[in-house]
Nanobody, 124 residues
Framework: QVQLVESGGGSVQSGGSLRLSCVSS??????MGWFRQAPGKEREGVAA???????AYTDSVKGRFTISRDTAKNTLDLQMNSLKPEDTAIYYC????????????????????WGQGTHVTVSS
């Protein structure tokens, strides 16, 4: 069983930055991604990274968020800049059971393992 543990959430003002980290006990180069779920809304894919470090982002965060991984430390990060109130949500790290190729956002069902979530609150 792969375990994912997120950290780095918190409260910031609009325009601020946060860096989320996820430590994984699984294979360091499997498909991974970040999702978020705001109150009353469906879970949304935010960013994804394939086994060759190609990345993909949802339109609303392009140019502001950066997903990256450190295979030596087996961590997945999400650098979030220019945060907006609409970025407020619980953010989840997700990992698949396999390697993958292709820079695209993957659906939630393509990931088998999930972290417990970390809260991000952006105030105006």
């Amino acid at each position: 069983q792969v375990q994912l543990v997120e950290s780095g959430g918190g409260s910031v003002q609009s325009g601020g930055s946060l860096r989320l980290s996820c430590v994984s006990s699984g294979s360091p180069d499997n498909c991974m991604g970040w999702f978020r779920q705001a109150p009353g809304k469906e879970r949304e894919g935010v960013a994804a990274i394939d086994s060759y470090d190609s990345t993909a982002y949802t339109d609303s965060v392009k140019g502001r968020f950066t997903i990256s991984r450190d295979t030596a430390k087996n961590t997945l990060d999400l650098q979030m800049n220019s945060l907006k109130p609409e970025d407020t949500a619980i953010y989840y790290c997700a990992a698949a059971q396999f390697r993958c190729v292709g820079s695209r956002l993957r659906d939630y069902y393509e990931y088998k393992y999930w972290g417990q979530g970390t809260h991000v609150t952006v105030s105006s």
